[in-house]
C-alpha cells in the first residue's frame, strides 16, 4: 500500500471548516484513499474513503486531486467534538490486508 | 451490543503474569483484526481472523503473542510473560465482509494494559 504524509497537527476555530490535507504521491490507480479518526480514549472510527471522485457524506467530504497524488478532508462546520486525530490511508479496496495506520493529523478545535 | 465489545477496559500486571483480553465483534462479522496502539502512535497490526481462521498473524510482536478466535466469533488476545514493553492499547476490530471486500472497519474502545 501506498504511504501516506500528513502534517502532525492543526487548530481550527469552531463553527469553520476544517481542511486536512494528505500527500500520497505513489498511490497506484486501484488504490483507494480512506479517513479514519480517534477522539481521545476511543477507537478509530471510519469517516469516508474514495477512488478519484471527490465523495461526501454526513460527515465530512473529500476531494481528491485529479493526479491522485494528494486529497483534502474537509469538516464543514467543526465542533468541539471533532477534535481528534485524523488518519489518511491508502489501500487497496478488496484484500485481506490490513489498515496501516500512520501517526495521523492532530486536529484541535478551538471555542 | 451494537458495536465492538472488548474488556477488560484496563488491565494491570506484574511483569512476568498472563493477560487475556476479549474482543466481542459486531454479531456476524466474518472479518477481525487486533491492532496495538502505543502511546502517542497510530494502531499497529498484529493479527486478523477470517471467521475461525487466522488468516495473518505477520504483526504479533513475539512468541508470547497469541490469538485465537474458536467459533468464528469472540476472539482472545493472550500476552503470556508480560514485559513492561507489550504496555499499550489493545484494539479490536470487525468488518463484515472476509477478504474480498474491504469496507468499514469498526473498533472496540480498547483494552489499556499497564505492565508494572
Known amino acids: 500500500d501506498a504511504k501516506t504524509t500528513q502534517p502532525p497537527s492543526m487548530d481550527c476555530a469552531e463553527g469553520r471548516a476544517a481542511n486536512l490535507p494528505c500527500n500520497h504521491s505513489t498511490i497506484s ?15 478509530p472510527q471510519y469517516i469516508i474513503h474514495g477512488l ?8 465530512a467530504s473529500l476531494i481528491i486531486t485529479e493526479d491522485r497524488k494528494s486529497s483534502t478532508l474537509i469538516l464543514p462546520h467543526a465542533t468541539l467534538r471533532d477534535t481528534a486525530v485524523y ?20 486536529l484541535s478545535v478551538i471555542a | 451490543g451494537a458495536g465492538v465489545s472488548q474488556s477488560p477496559r484496563y488491565k494491570v500486571a ?34 486478523y481472523f477470517q471467521n475461525e481462521a487466522q488468516l495473518d498473524k505477520s504483526g504479533l510482536p ?3 503473542f497469541f490469538a485465537e478466535r474458536p467459533e468464528g466469533s469472540v476472539s482472545t488476545l ?33 483494552s489499556r494494559l499497564t505492565v508494572l
Not at chain 2, 456476524?28 to 493479527?47: C, I, N
Request: proline fraction near 3%; glycine fraction near 14%.
Open chain 1, 52 to 59: 478519484k471522485n471527490n465523495e461526501t457524506n454526513e460527515m
Open chain 2, 14 to 47: 506484574k511483569r512476568g503474569q498472563d493477560v487475556a483480553l476479549r474482543c466481542d465483534p459486531i454479531s456476524g462479522h466474518v472479518s477481525l483484526f487486533w491492532y496495538q496502539q502505543a502511546l502517542g502512535q497510530g494502531p499497529e497490526f498484529l493479527t
Open chain 2, 62 to 64: 513475539s512468541d508470547r
Open chain 2, 78 to 110: 493472550k500476552i503470556q510473560r508480560t514485559q513492561q514493553e507489550d504496555s499499550a492499547v489493545y484494539l479490536c476490530a470487525s468488518r463484515a465482509g472476509g477478504g474480498g471486500i474491504t469496507g468499514e472497519l469498526f473498533f472496540g474502545e480498547g
Open chain 1, 29 to 43: 490507480g486501484n488504490e483507494y484513499v480512506y479517513w479514519y479518526r480517534q477522539i481521545h480514549s476511543q477507537g
Open chain 1, 87 to 106: 488518519y489518511c490511508i491508502v489501500r487497496f479496496y478488496s484484500g485481506n490486508t490490513p489498515l496501516v495506520f500512520g501517526k495521523g493529523t492532530r
